[in-house]
Nanobody, 128 residues
Framework: QVQLVESGGGLVQAGGSLRLSCAASGGTFNSAAMSWFRQASGKEREFVAAISSNGGRTFYANSVRGRFSISRNNAHNTASLQMDSLRPEDTAVYYC?????????????????????WGQGTQVTVSS
């Protein structure tokens, strides 16, 4: 069983940056594919970014590609999301998620239903 705890959310002006962190415990983090999803008020949860268990492959939603960067540190059981050039439409609760047994060490996933474990979320608010 993997537990995920997000941190780093907050209020930032448009054009600013934030770095979210996801701390994992209780499982084999090194073998888990990780991702970030977000859910804006009144909308469905959507995929943001994913990273394979070996860190060698990443994948981004079109809306954040070039502005956000996902990374992981398997030695410290953490995953991060660097968010630059933030826009008001990035305002949402951001969730960290993990697939405990991915198909391969290079697999990435953007489908919510595939993910086994979820954090509680952290609020990101971007003011205009």
């Amino acid at each position: 069983q993997v537990q995920l705890v997000e941190s780093g959310g907050g209020l930032v002006q448009a054009g600013g940056s934030l770095r979210l962190s996801c701390a994992a415990s209780g499982g084999t983090f090194n073998s888990a594919a990780m991702s970030w999803f977000r859910q804006a008020s009144g909308k469905e949860r959507e995929f943001v970014a994913a990273i394979s268990s070996n860190g060698g492959r990443t994948f981004y939603a079109n809306s954040v590609r070039g502005r956000f960067s996902i990374s992981r540190n398997n030695a410290h059981n953490t995953a991060s999301l660097q968010m630059d050039s933030l826009r008001p439409e990035d305002t949402a609760v951001y969730y960290c998620a993990a697939v405990g047994t991915p198909y391969s060490s290079g697999s990435v996933y953007d489908r919510e239903r595939i993910y086994d474990y979820w954090g509680q979320g952290t609020q990101v608010t971007v003011s205009s």
